[in-house]
């Protein structure tokens, strides 16, 4: 018997509502007739995003349930309001601390407008809330010789995941 090659992948997507991920093996083959005789299709291993739940789903599944969805536009309105409540909450926050001098109003210029443009372009409700623009936001600080990129990625991150997925959820009343 034959067997096509095959690559082992995983692919990590956020679970409905919260911040949590979950990853899920793929088999991808090279040949279909493959998956017939392969002895991973007998494996009796399934998966399940929730493991409370009763129901298991196989990677194929999730999968295909993933592919489907599709997340909602961002909001102009919300990305706005959303973006002054955290440029607000960074100048409060970092004016407090030492390592900025006086460069706090470059500092959370930086970091308003990175997060100005993720909220406009990619956050579309609980679940997209993603790490990269709090990277970017240290990084641009750190290019631009001025201090503080970490404590200022880690204050802006942690008042996002503190506020952002709730005020979203307060403003489409669900």
């Known amino acids: 018997m034959a067997f096509a090659s095959?690559?082992?992948?995983?692919?990590?997507?956020?679970l409905s509502s919260s911040l949590k991920w979950v990853s899920i093996p793929i088999l991808l083959y090279q040949n279909n007739s493959y998956?017939?005789?392969?002895?991973l299709?007998?494996?009796?291993?399934?998966y399940s995003t929730n493991p409370s739940h009763t129901a298991t789903r196989t990677p194929k599944t999730l999968i295909v349930k993933a592919a489907e969805y599709k997340f909602p536009?961002?909001?102009?309105?919300f990305a706005e309001a959303e973006t002054e409540k955290f440029r607000d909450h960074l100048i409060e926050k970092l004016s407090k601390k030492d390592v900025f001098e006086e460069s706090v109003d470059e500092v959370v210029e930086i970091?308003?407008?990175i997060f100005a443009k993720f909220m406009n372009e990619e956050y579309s409700g609980p679940g997209t809330l993603l790490v990269d623009p709090f990277w970017e936001m240290a990084d641009t600080i750190n290019e631009s010789e001025l201090p503080g990129g970490p404590q200022a990625a880690r204050a802006a991150v942690?008042?996002?995941q503190d506020h952002v997925d709730n005020d979203w959820k307060e403003w489409n009343g669900s």
């Open 73 to 77: 536009d961002p909001i102009p309105e």
């Open 35 to 39: 998956t017939k005789r392969s002895s």
């Open 111 to 113: 970091c308003t407008e």
């Open 41 to 46: 299709r007998k494996s009796s291993s399934k």
């Open 6 to 14: 095959s690559l082992i992948i995983s692919l990590t997507i956020p």
């Open 158 to 160: 942690k008042w996002a």
